[in-house]
């Protein structure tokens, strides 16, 4: 598969995955130009209520919630086997990878096309291969995972002001 082509210009590089290979990160940023673009508003490394931490989070302005799991190599996604503990956290859930990827397995039963979307992105934007189908939260879920992601999107602010405050944590 060809590099997707960006109509955005490059932009600093994601701190969100410092520590993971590059690629992850590029995919990464890619997936955050495409949701910003259709007024989705991402944050990466996501912990969840049930210990689990997803690659990325976003939200729109309906409230849905939309999970993201990055995946760089066949060996990663073939060996993770926890993803579908994301699937009570979110409306819609998304495999990402970067461009050149085998697509195959995602049609398999394992990663369950019926209820996953896909991605594929590169460091300057990323593309829709398969749409993610809705799965709508419940209320109560909705209202605590909600104020969970403001919380933490705030938190994170936060610390961009002032380092020292989340020393103390």
């Not at 760089?72 to 073939?78: G, K, P, Y």
Request: hydrophobic fraction near 45%; charged fraction near 30%.
């Amino acid at each position: 598969m060809a590099t997707i082509p960006s109509p955005l210009a490059p932009s600093p590089e994601l701190e969100c995955f410092a520590d993971a290979p590059l690629v992850a990160q590029d995919v990464a940023r890619g997936v955050t130009r495409l949701f910003f673009r259709q007024d989705l508003f991402a944050m990466c490394e996501v912990p969840l209520p049930n210990g689990r931490r997803a690659d990325m989070m976003a939200i729109c302005g309906k409230g849905m919630l939309t999970i993201v799991e990055i995946k760089v190599s066949r060996a990663d996604l073939m060996g993770d086997h926890k993803w579908p503990d994301y699937l009570d956290f979110c409306d819609r859930f998304f495999w990402a990878v970067p461009a050149g990827f085998s697509l195959d397995p995602f049609e398999g039963e394992n990663f369950k096309p019926d209820c996953c979307g896909l991605i594929v992105a590169d460091k300057y934007d990323a593309a829709i291969v398969r749409e993610a189908p809705v799965r709508k939260l419940s209320g109560a879920r909705r209202k605590a995972e909600t104020l969970r992601f403001a919380r933490r999107a705030a938190r994170r602010l936060t610390g961009e002001v002032d380092s020292d405050l989340l020393a103390f944590d």
